[in-house]
């Protein structure tokens, strides 16, 4: 008797105490849809920037951290993360405006994100830190003119 109330016990403190993983799944999903809007949007701003001889560009381009320093988190997984900032150029067409980033002179460009010596209980890696905002552009001018001498019908070309 004292083993089945034991079992007992134990079984309804697990049950009671268990997560519900279907309310879990739902608010990661808005916390994921948030945040791509949120992309969306900043992404839009940029590709809508006048760029005539651009003396001044978005603060966007300068902000070497923006990835920790947005507000927004975009986790695929638990223990993985997804690069705010390298969403964002992906999303550029506006090709001047990347031109006159890679122009610029500002050192401010060429920064990149310290990564930490030792990795800390709760540190999450994020892709693409080690880069900075300026390698970024580069790789993206690059993806815009192989489209366009290649094609979206290319063999290679991503579905």
């Known amino acids: ?3 089945f109330l034991i079992l007992f016990f134990g079984l309804f403190v697990s049950i009671c105490f268990s997560q519900n993983t279907y309310e879990l799944k739902e608010f990661e999903l808005e916390e994921l849809k948030r945040g791509l809007n949120y992309v969306q949007k900043y992404a839009d701003s940029l590709n809508n920037f006048e760029c005539d001889r651009c003396k ?3 603060d966007f381009f300068y902000e070497h951290d923006f990835d920790r320093k947005s507000g927004y988190k975009i986790s695929t997984a638990l ?8 969403l964002i150029i992906d999303k550029i067409d506006n090709e001047p405006l ?6 610029a002179k500002d050192k401010r460009l060429r920064k990149r994100t310290k990564l930490p010596r030792k990795h800390y209980m709760g540190y999450v890696p994020i892709p693409f830190q080690e880069y900075s905002m300026l390698e970024l552009v580069k790789y993206r001018l690059q993806e815009l003119m192989n489209e366009k001498n290649m094609g979206k019908r290319a063999s290679n070309y991503p579905n």
């Open 1 to 3: 008797m004292k083993n």
């Open 56 to 58: 001044v560009l978005p």
């Open 79 to 86: 223990h993985s993360s997804v690069s705010i900032r390298k």
């Open 98 to 103: 990347l031109n006159a980033v890679l122009r």
